[in-house]
Each structure stands twice: as C-alpha cells, then as structure tokens.
C-alpha cells in the first residue's frame, strides 16, 4: 500500500494502532509533502523502529514518469504504475499559475463518442496514491509548484469516488499539497447519484459537468451516459448541490462540427440552464485520427457564443493547450497501449 493513500485522519489512525504517538502524522505528512523524503529512513525525527515499521507497510514511490513531451506552455506526462500500466497528465502555464490535468482511472468506461481516452475500457481506478504521486512527480521534474488542479484526464472520477475524495482530503490538506480547495476541480459526465454525494462533500471544490448537447436525443447519441441519467435527472441533481453548496457549476461544451453546433442548440442550451447559477465553457473539439468527429468552424463558435452572452448566459472559450502533442481536452490516450 502506498503511504500516499492516506488521509492524515488515517495516519493518525495507523499510529494509534500502533501504539505510537499520533503526532508522527503530522510530522511525517510534513516530510512527505513538504521535505519530499524519497525513504523513511529520512524522516529522522521519527525513531528508527517507527521508520523501520513504516517501510514494512508501505511503499513511497508507485508511478514513474516514462516521458515528457513538450509545447508551448504546456508538458504531457507518461507515468508507467507498478502493474505496467499507464496513464496520462497535462501541465499548462497560465498567467494565474500552473494548472495539473490528472487522471483517475486506467482507462473508462463512459464511452463518449468524441473522446480518444474513452476507446479502451476500464482496467482499473487509480489509487489515491497514484493520483497524489502525479502531482509530486510533475513538481519535481518540472520544478514548478502546482497551483491548480482539475480532475480531467483518462477516466470518470465519479467512478473512483472514494478515492477522489480522499485525492482532494491530501490535496487540499495545509500540511499535505496545501491546494486551496477553490483551486480544484472535479469534471463528470453526469453520474447523478455521485453529483448527490457530492453536494455532501465539505469541501468547497468546483464541479464541472461535461454537457455537450442541449437535449437528450443529441446527448445520447454522443454519450451514453445520457441513457442512464436524462437531461432531468442531471439538471434536477444540479439544482440540488447549487443549493447545498452555493458553488456555481461549470458546463463543459465541446464544438463539433454540424453536430452539436447549431443556432437551434444554443437557444436550447439557454432554456436548459436557464436560472442556473452556471457559466459554460465552449470547447474547440481537438480532432484525433481515430475518431470522425471535427472541429466547428471559428466563425459557428463565435456565433453559439454571441447567442448565449445576448441571453444572458455567462460563458467563455476555452484557450486551447496541446494539441501539437495530443494533450488537449479528449486527446489524453497513452500510446503505450497501441503498441
């Protein structure tokens, strides 16, 4: 197991039933996170029988990076696990700081049409500690503090629930990552029953929800998702964590060309979201060679665009990061898996 699973809850906890000081936790989050030990034997103010102990337990490094690929203002990460599998990460430079695109599963099983990380299945969740590690391991190589994190890479975080929560319990923790809980954000397709939970969730963290049709016909025919959990059902899930929590909601959006592009959908998307404390983020589609979808056409962006402001609809264009090394939005797919 490794000792990046745990919450510093259950470190205190693994200490008590240890019968040792739970103040080690603290101490030991501390040089984890903040002195970035690479052994327990480093950790010297913790005896040695403790370390000793420590290291039986747990392991301290389970991904590596295998490959760095570099663009303008951005860097795609190749981490291999300790089962040889692999999974994506994109940094991006913005002028507000650096912002992490992990990943939480080896593969999905959402389906989306559009999307290359979707063709292969599910292999499995990552662990918390593999989400954790991806950060450490992009601060180290890139010598950068992350700033920002969003959960958007290969894989449906609402499908790894209890791991992501524990991902944002060490993320956000001020003696663990210390990301400001504001500074993080959590993307889903549209898992109704985890958007529920998570309107539970206390910490104030953003939630996106990839949309990307205004109606339920559109939406199932480009994620299937859609056939579990309507448009009702998503939006109604909506209203409830907007009350819970008072955080507004992003909606994800992504252009495809004579799909889902029209006037007629945009007018659609503002009855939709009408009254809901939201703003949409309109995606320019990255075009991959496996899949026939295509970009709209700068000209229909802008025009969907306009559409919503003049209604009142707070929107913006994503800026686009990556597409040169297949590390924009729909693209993370790790090539290792082709060969």
Sequence with gaps: MSIYDLTIDELTEYFLKIDEKKYYATELFSWLYNKRITSFDEATNIKKEVREKLSKDFTISNIEIVTVEKAKDVRKYLFKLNDKEHVEAVLMNHDYGNSLCISSQVGCNMGCKFCESGRRKKVRNLTTGEMVEQILKVEDESNLRISHVVIMGIGEPFDNYDNICNFIRITNHPKGLNI???????????????????????Y??????SLHAPNDKLRKEIMPIAKVYPLKDLINAIKVYLEKTNRRVTFEYIMLDGVNDKEEHALELVNLLKGINSYVNLIPYNETDALQYKRSKPLTIAKFYDILKKNNITVTIRREFGGTISAACGQLRSKKEDI
């Excluded at 500074?183 to 539970?200: D, M, R, W, Y």
């Excluded at 104030?204 to 929800?209: C, D, R």
């Design 180 to 202: 400001g809980a504001r500074h993080i954000t959590v993307s889903t397709c549209g898992l109704v029953p985890k958007i529920l939970e998570f309107a539970n969730f206390p």
């Design 204 to 209: 104030q963290v953003n939630l996106a929800i």
